[in-house]
């Protein structure tokens, strides 16, 4: 069965970069054609896809947040990873990593999904 675990700090100052891990295990992030993403969502609102990474390494991006969004991944580990640059507490949120099995930016298109964590970006 995938299972997906999302780490990372809980809370995150003001202009700072926010980073988060997804360690993914029952599957293999090279496998083809799965796409493992992003997604989050804040308080009172609905889930925003973020980005997401394709099983040959590449990244893409929601345009709104393209310009402070960076996923890579480690495949020695079977982890991908999330770095938002220049965070500021609209960015607070409980964020999710996921998969798909197509490239899709719509959220209802990842069928396996972490818990979720809370980031919360406050000085």
């Known amino acids: 069965q995938v299972q997906l675990q999302e780490s990372g700090p809980g809370l995150v100052k003001p202009s700072q970069t926010l980073s988060l891990t997804c360690t993914v295990s029952?599957?293999?992030?090279?496998?083809?054609?799965?796409?493992w993403g992003w997604i989050r969502q804040p308080p009172g609102k609905g889930r925003e896809w973020m980005g997401a990474?394709?099983?040959?390494?590449?990244?893409w991006y929601s345009s709104s947040l393209k310009s402070r969004t960076s996923i890579s991944r480690d495949t020695s580990k079977n982890q991908f990873t999330l770095q938002l640059s220049s965070v500021t507490p609209e960015d607070t949120a409980v964020y999710y990593c996921?998969?798909?099995?197509?490239?899709?930016?719509?959220?209802?298109?990842?069928?396996?999904w972490g818990q979720g964590t809370q980031v919360t970006v406050s000085s």
């Open positions: 996921a998969r798909a099995a197509q490239p899709s930016t719509s959220v209802a298109d990842y069928d396996y």
């Open positions: 029952g599957a293999s992030i090279t496998t083809a054609f799965y796409y």
């Open positions: 990474i394709t099983y040959s390494g590449r990244p």
